[in-house]
């Protein structure tokens, strides 16, 4: 009877361990589906942003700037002007960002009214910061808007992420446009972006 009770003992002890393994398996999927929703509505946000972006040039002729006379995405916090561009304040907040204030997306300072067309290479908006899920061992993602009204993932390392972000927000114009890692600028795709992150390194390839 002893040995029973052990081997009894033992096979539930086995289960415990088998189905607390599922479930952690189970939490990783669901973790990455979530992922994979939130980037899909945060490319549907930007998305939404350019149709707006557009309007907004339509109505008033020029896209929404600051004070300062740079292209801005604040103006279109604006109850008014999203009405009249029609766009609903939600679409500026991207899913993946927590507890944060104002805004979450970033539009280029030097954007005109010819960056946003067919064959724009020109960087619209991105995230501002690394919000999704990115690759093995690079930390987060940013979902980037494109003057063709496409959306793409960068996919650098982080600090890569940042140094482009930087140049990205002082109207660069290596870093305010993307080009493919064969020096084309059309038909993108993720995989084949190279990004400008500075002087020492230069282009840096998607990961």
């Known amino acids: ?21 599922a479930g952690c398996g189970c939490g990783s999927i669901g973790g990455d589906v979530r992922s994979a929703g939130r980037e899909a509505e945060c490319r549907q946000n930007l998305q939404k942003l350019y149709d707006g972006l557009r309007k907004h040039i339509s109505l008033y002729g020029d896209v929404p700037r600051d004070k300062d006379g740079k292209a801005s995405i604040v ?3 604006d109850p008014q ?5 029609g766009i609903d304040s939600s679409i500026l907040k991207c899913p ?12 280029n300072p030097t954007l005109s009214t010819h960056d946003l067309g067919p064959d724009s290479a020109t960087v619209i908006a991105c995230d ?64 084949d972006i190279s990004w400008f992150v500075g002087q020492d390194k230069g282009y840096v390839p998607n990961k």
């Open 128 to 191: 501002r910061a690394p919000n999704h899920r990115g690759g093995p061992g690079h930390g987060g993602a940013t979902v980037v808007l494109i003057g063709n009204g496409t959306t793409v993932v960068m996919t650098l390392p982080e600090d890569d992420q940042e140094a482009w972000r930087r140049l990205f927000l002082a109207g660069d114009e290596r870093a305010c446009r993307i080009c493919k890692k064969d020096g084309s600028t059309r038909h993108w795709a993720s995989v």
């Open 96 to 107: 993946a960002e927590r507890n944060s204030t104002g805004p979450s997306y970033l539009l």
């Open 1 to 21: 009877m002893y040995f029973s009770r052990a081997r009894t003992a033992l096979r539930i002890s086995l289960l415990s361990c088998i189905i607390a393994m």
């Open 75 to 77: 103006p279109l916090t």
């Open 81 to 85: 002007i999203q009405n009249a561009i």
